[in-house]
Every structure is written in C-alpha cells, then in structure tokens.
DNA sequence: GTGTATTTTAAACAATTGTTTCAAATAATA
DNA sequence: TATTATTTGAAACAATTGTTTAAAATACAC
C-alpha cells in the first residue's frame, strides 16, 4: 500500500543508491539545511535519478529524518563513551574529564568537520522546531545526562543531585556556545589560539562547580 | 531605474501598508524562518495586495533584511543601556550587574515574548550563515563586547583585557544558552523553577569570574 | 533459456514560489 | 477643476518545487 520503500534486504554493498542518497544527504542539508537543498540536488550529487528518493524513502522529508537519526544516535554515543572513557582512567579529577568532554567536539568544530557541522544542524533543527525537536532531546537529555549527572557526582560527591544538573547544563553552555559561535570567538578575542580557548573553559567550567560545591 | 520603492517620505500615518508589511515580517519571520513564509503569508496578514512586497521593499529578501536590521539594532541598543544602567547604580558589584545583564533577556524568552523569539532568529541566521551573519555579529559583538568588557574591568580590576574578554564571552554563553534551551533546561531539571535558574546563572558566572581574577 | 521481481529511467504532474504587468483607483499639486 | 504622481488591484508570468507515472532495463529464481 504505502510501502515505498521496498524491503531492500542484505547489505546492497555498501555504494548502493541508497547509501548514497544518505550520503548526500548529510553533506548538503547540513551546509543548506532542509529546505536550501532539493530533490534534484540530492540525486545530482548521489548521481541518481529524481524519482530514487520517493522510491527509497518515500519522499524528501522521510530521507532527511532517517539521516537525521542516525546522526544523533551517533553523537549520542560518542559523548558517552568519551565520560565513560575519562572516568576509566586511574585517576580522573574534575578537570582532567571536563577537558575530555570539551575537547574533541570543540576541535572538530575548529576544524570544520563534518562532525561539527552535524551539531551546528541539530541546533539549527531545534530552533526552527522542526519535527524533531522531541526525539533529539530525549534521548540527548535523558540519556547523556543521566551518566553526566552521575559522572560528575562521583567527582565531586558534596553535589547533590539538583545541583549536578544545573552544573551540567552550565558545562553544557560553556562547550555550545564558543562550539557554534567559533568565529565569532577568535574574532572577539584576539590573540587566543585554539588550546587557550579549551584551557580557559575547562578553568571557567571547574571554577563555578567548585563554588557550588563549596557553598 | 531600479529605484523600487518610492521615496515615501513622510510619517504615512504609522499604519500605512509599508508599516503594517513589517509588522507581519517580524512576527511570521520569527516563527517560521524566512523560507517558512511566502509573500502571500505576508501580505494577508498584512490586509494588502502581493505586488505590496516588491513595490515597497523591492522583493522579499528586502524585506527580510530591512525588518532584521531594525529588530538587531533594537536589541543592540537594549543591551548596552542595560550595561550602563546596572553600572550607574550607588555601589554596583558583580553580582548584581551580572543579575542585571541576565535577568530581563532570559524572562523575555521564559515568557515567550516577541523578544525572545527575535533571539532565536538571529541565532538561527547566523548558524544558517545566510546573508546577514557578518553584519548582525559585527554590530553585536564589536559594540557590546567593547561595553562590557569596559565595565568588567571596573568591577574586577585584577583582570586584564584578554581575560575580560574571555569572561565576557563565558557569560554569553550561560545566557544564550538557556535563553535558547529554555524548556529543555526545566525538562532535565525538575522542582527548579525561574528565579533559581537566574541565581544559578548569576553565581555560577560570578564563580568563575572570581577564579580569573584570582590566579 | 523463461518468467518474475526489482531497479532505473525520462517525462509529466500539479502546486507553489517570487516577481512583473498594466489598468484602475486614490492622493497631491497647480 | 485639470493634471500630475502615487498607490492599489487582479491577473498572469516563468521558474522551481516534491511527487507520480509507466515503460524500459536489470537482476534473480527456476
């Protein structure tokens, strides 16, 4: 009936039309967002025919939601193993996991990854509130601030768990913000290179959660 | 030649069709992005005739442009006799400047206000990096960032300009951040309501500041 | 090989987009 | 009032949009 997509069971080998349509879609919505790209500069780029992506996805919005999804999921994942992974270590202190955290998703924005431009899209989602908002958050704020929250606790034990969570989302401010204002940043504060910009964040970041803890 | 809208000099009696297009501008534009709506959309809400839009303005991107100029002046404006205003009071300390700074923008967005969703426009602007990032940021962040950072330094003497400028930006970020994520910020953070929000804000800011200074 | 299912193709679809045209209406000036 | 200039109006414009159609091509099973 309305199954467009058909089954397109086994692995199709990994170039598959398909794949690349997913392809596409990635680099150009997240340079244009949704409505800056077309069908036809999709399947241009995917080097495909107009009618591929009604017969693979059932429409545009359907291909965009599926690239979506996995982008999140992906993210999710790996900012999670990232605190898992600082707090492996012999031992972890407050500044040493907060460098871990902000980091790496700071350095692919600097270096304009495709990694970066994904967050800067989940961003852009959220405002436009488009469908997704929901789904994004949920498993973004549930999830990963649940084992942020816990993390944190571990570190500094005099937090409860109100205060946790203000101090996170906090962490969370001081790490999105420079992240989707990057050259807004270097452009106000000259003479700052990229390893005083995460050095003065993680200080920033440690100092407001030390106070709380001490009050 | 090209000289699409007439001179209109003169008042045109404050509800004139030029006004009324950008009274429309400005609200549908906020909630739906400039791709979001057609210059049918504008010119119903507006009671007027599609040609309105080109005759006026010279096309929709004009349009844009000239309502988005305004409404960042507005704000710009806004912002820096906030500065002064907190700054002109008998003993003015940290906290409450920062208090002052934070406050007024954070309810506007907390109770939905126009304002708030001006906000989000711009940022959704600047991370679609359509025309005007350059313009908005340029007036933004070179006007202000000189206001503030001019009235940090006389609060906490010890910090020099580099670092001014570091916490300057720190505090945007805890500001804008929330100010976006409003309802996801009450989402993850349960039987926390606004007033305790904006002295999380403030404190954590002033923590953080304090720490600069004393190193 | 034959027959069936899947994929690809070019063409056309209907709807919406921003913009233009030009005549009618209104305001302003003399 | 007569003569301009300005503003409004309905209609049409060309271009692009996402989607569908139906035939051709390819793959797959037997």
New interface residues.
């Given amino acids: 009936m309305d199954q467009h997509a058909p089954v397109t069971q086994g692995d199709a080998g990994k170039d598959s039309v398909r794949d690349r349509l997913l392809d596409a879609a990635e680099v150009l919505f997240c340079e244009r967002?949704f409505?800056?790209v077309s069908v036809r500069d999709l399947t241009g780029q995917a080097n495909c025919n107009v009618a591929a992506v009604n017969y693979y996805f059932g429409g545009k919005d359907k291909l965009y939601q599926e690239m979506f999804k996995r982008q999140v999921q992906d993210i999710c994942c790996r900012q999670i193993a990232r605190i898992n992974e600082a707090m492996g270590v012999p031992n972890p202190t407050l500044e040493s996991v907060l460098r871990e955290i902000i980091f790496m998703p700071l350095l692919a924005a600097y270096e304009k990854q495709q990694r970066g431009r994904i967050m800067?899209l989940m961003?852009?989602e959220?405002?436009?509130k488009t469908v997704h908002g929901e789904t994004i958050?949920e498993a973004f704020?549930?999830q990963m601030?649940t084992h942020a929250v816990q993390a944190l606790r571990t570190l500094v034990p005099q937090l409860d768990d109100?205060q946790a969570?203000?101090?996170v989302?906090?962490v969370?401010?001081?790490k999105?913000?420079?992240f989707?204002?990057m050259d807004?940043?270097f452009?106000?504060?000259p003479?700052?290179n990229f390893d005083e910009m995460v050095n003065?964040?993680v200080?920033?970041?440690a100092?407001?959660i030390?106070?709380?803890a001490a009050r």
Avoid: C, Q, W, Y
Wanted: aromatic share 12%; net charge positive; proline share 2%.
């Fill in positions: 967002g409505d800056g800067r961003v852009r959220v405002l436009n958050l704020h549930t601030m109100k969570r203000l101090a989302f906090s969370d401010s001081l999105i913000h420079p989707l204002f807004e940043f452009a106000v504060n003479g700052i003065h964040i200080f920033f970041a100092a407001g030390r106070a709380m």
